[in-house]
């Protein structure tokens, strides 16, 4: 790499660290792109040269997240996908982003506080939701081809997923503690929740459509 390439990378890092402080400090909606800039010891203009607005730097936080995420789920591009009515494998694809919610939970708040300043009717939560949940789609989607019975739509199941987690880690962002909640314990207790629904119904028990 470069110099100017390795320059211009440690600007990147340091704009993306600097609103992660400000974001936790001032929260998003209140976080100005110079506040960032200043923040990161840059000047105004040289955000621009990285991102084309805070939303677009948002985003790149969480495409972070998902690399990150990539990463620690080895074997997504085997085929087959993942099965998630194993334990194990469920598990797994809920502690990821549990933990990383967890350890970074200004990014998650950056992004609540970016859908709802969106408003409802724009569509942007559902979108990003689903775009979030894509692995999980595409795992169940192979569930589905093989014949599983699932308690809905692949999509719909996987944003339902999705939401669960993410809306409970925003819950018990400040509260864990103080609820007596350990990690372990709400990963366990959500795997096994959810393994219920993928499991499928019993034989003769009636349930909901493929």
């Given amino acids: 790499m470069g110099v100017r390439k390795a320059k211009a990378a440690e600007t990147r890092a340091a704009l993306k660290e600097a609103a992660r402080r ?36 948002l985003r790149a936080l969480l495409a972070d997240w998902h690399e990150q995420a990539h990463g620690e789920l080895s074997g997504e591009d085997d ?11 469920l598990r797994a694809h809920l502690a990821v982003p549990w933990r990383m919610m967890r350890a970074d939970p200004a990014v998650m708040v950056a992004l609540f506080e970016s859908q ?27 569930l589905r081809e093989r014949g599983h019975r699932l308690p809905g739509d692949p999509e719909l199941v996987a944003a339902a997923i999705g939401g669960l987690l993410s809306m409970l880690a925003y819950a018990l962002m400040s509260g864990a503690e103080e609820t007596g909640r350990s990690d372990d314990e709400v990963v366990d207790t959500l795997t096994d929740l959810l393994l219920h629904g993928l499991a499928g119904p019993r034989t003769g028990a009636s349930g909901a459509g493929s």
């Fill in 22 to 57: 400000r974001f936790a400090e001032h929260g998003y909606l209140n976080t100005k792109i110079t506040d960032i800039t200043a923040a990161a010891g840059r000047a105004t203009g040289s955000f621009y040269d990285h991102f084309s607005s805070k939303e677009d730097l």
């Fill in 79 to 89: 085929n087959p996908p993942h099965d998630l009515t194993d334990r194990d494998q």
């Fill in 116 to 142: 709802a300043a969106a408003g409802p009717t724009t569509g942007e939560a559902w979108r990003r939701l689903t775009g979030d949940t894509r692995v999980l789609r595409d795992h169940l989607d192979h």
